[in-house]
Structure formats: C-alpha cells, structure tokens
C-alpha cells in the first residue's frame, strides 16, 4: 500500500536536502507515489522528477501537478527491471519502506550508474531484518561519517527516520564493492548476496516466461482492491436518552 508522505514532511525534507550540494539542484525521487516530494520541490522552483510503478498512481499524481500549475516529471517505470536511470539529479531520496531486497540491489546499481552527478542521498536505513541490504551497506564506519542528518518523516500515520548523505567518491567506492561482492559467484554469505541471486532468479525465470496478453488469459486488467466494509460508531444508533445512559455508565465505571 502507498502512504503518501504529509505535505509538511515533504517541505521539511526537500529543503533540508537542499542545505547540502550544488545550488543549481535537481531532484529525483525514486519511488515517488502520490508525488507530495516533487510537487514541494516544484513549488520551491526546483527541478524535480519523480518514478512510480502504478500507472494509477502516475496520472493521479500528474492531473494533481496539472491542478497546481508546477512543473515536474513523473515517469511510469519498474525501478526493478532497469537498467540505468538516465536521469541527471544532483539530489536523490527515496521512501524506501518495503523495498525487497532484489530491489534494494538493483537500486543501488542503478545508482552507481548515476554517480557522477549525484551528491546527495537521502533515504532509510531500514532494520537489520527488514531492508536488510541498505542496512547492512550503511552500518559500517565509514558510512556513518558521510552522514549530514537524520530527519523524522510521516507517512500516512506511520512515522520513518530519513539519513541524509554526502556521496563523494569513497562513499560510492563502497557502495560498488558492495555490490560488486553481491553479484560474485560463491558461496551466499550476506544479505546483499541472497538479495542478488533472488533478483538473478525472477530475471532468468520470466525471461524464459512467454509473455501472454491479458485478453487471452481471461482475467480483469483492472483489478479493484476489495475495500472493508465502514465502521459503524458505536452512539450511531442510540437515541439521546440511551446515549446519556451510556455515558454515564461509563463515567461511573471510571
């Protein structure tokens, strides 16, 4: 599910980032949902670009930037299946709660990919059993000397710790022999090496999947989330005496 992070996270976010780097910045959001981050980045005449995966999301997200009159980009891609970002950014962040592993690997090549234009990152360092790969990387000395700050985001009603990095180039010298030693043959001794033959996997097995359209498999394109059924308040059908009852009982149970 895509929590949109609140208008106020995003202010706080994008111009923290903006404290650090070069002044003619652009930022890039991996990840970007509903598109609250770029469209705070707009606003504040930024260039922004954002990716997402859910086509629904994506025209969500560009009718709301049409409404507002800003200027950014959303781009409708598979962070996944990529194979270079092909974006210039100077500032790079990323929500990147729920993010499998395979995921986290691929994100990080991407990355490398992009580092000659990149100086700062934002992202979550995430659990030691959750995003493990990202977490793993950033727990080293080094890493923690490339941090500038730690930030407090709410997304929906949950709330998530944002670090800010400076990427120079030892920083991106440890990212690559991370990844580097991930994508080795041998034996899978960390996370960043089942993450790698995981995402090698799911690559080999639908590249050898024939592709079927979805008219001839019978089932819906568009499928709808099954949604619960409203909570119904408890005081909805009771009349005022009943109500008063109630609330005195309770007062009285206190």
């Known amino acids: 599910t895509q929590l949109s992070t609140t208008p106020r996270s995003a202010y706080h976010l994008v111009s923290k980032m903006m404290m650090y ?6 930022l890039l959001d991996l990840g970007s949902g509903s598109g609250c981050i770029i469209a705070t980045a ?9 990716v997402e995966l859910d086509e629904n999301t994506v025209k969500l997200c560009r009718q709301t930037l049409e409404r507002l009159r800003l200027k950014a980009t959303v781009l409708h891609v598979d962070l996944y299946h990529m194979e270079s970002l092909n974006i210039s950014a100077t500032h790079v962040c990323m929500m990147n709660v729920g993010f499998a592993p395979s995921l986290q690997i691929n994100v990080l090549r991407l990355l490398l990919n992009s580092k000659d234009s990149i100086r700062v990152l934002a992202l979550m360092k ?6 493990s790969v990202f977490w793993e990387l950033l727990s080293t000395e080094y890493m923690d000397g490339c941090l500038l700050e730690k930030l407090n985001i709410t997304c929906g009603t949950e709330k998530h710790t944002m670090c ?8 991106w010298n440890q990212v690559e022999a991370y990844v580097t030693d991930a994508m080795e043959e041998g034996p899978i001794e960390t996370f960043g090496d089942k993450a790698y033959s995981k995402w090698k996997e799911l690559q080999n097995a639908e590249e050898k999947m024939p592709m079927t359209p979805p008219e001839q498999t019978g089932k819906p394109t568009n499928r709808k989330r099954k949604r619960s059924p409203p909570r119904q308040h408890l005081l909805t059908n009771m009349t005022p005496a009943q109500q008063r009852e109630w609330e005195r009982n309770k007062r009285l149970k206190a």
């Open 21 to 26: 780097g070069p002044m003619n910045a652009s």
């Open 42 to 50: 707009a606003a504040m005449s930024i260039m922004a670009t954002g």
């Open 126 to 131: 995430g659990y030691k059993n959750r995003e």
């Open 164 to 171: 800010i990095y400076f990427t120079d180039e030892v920083f």
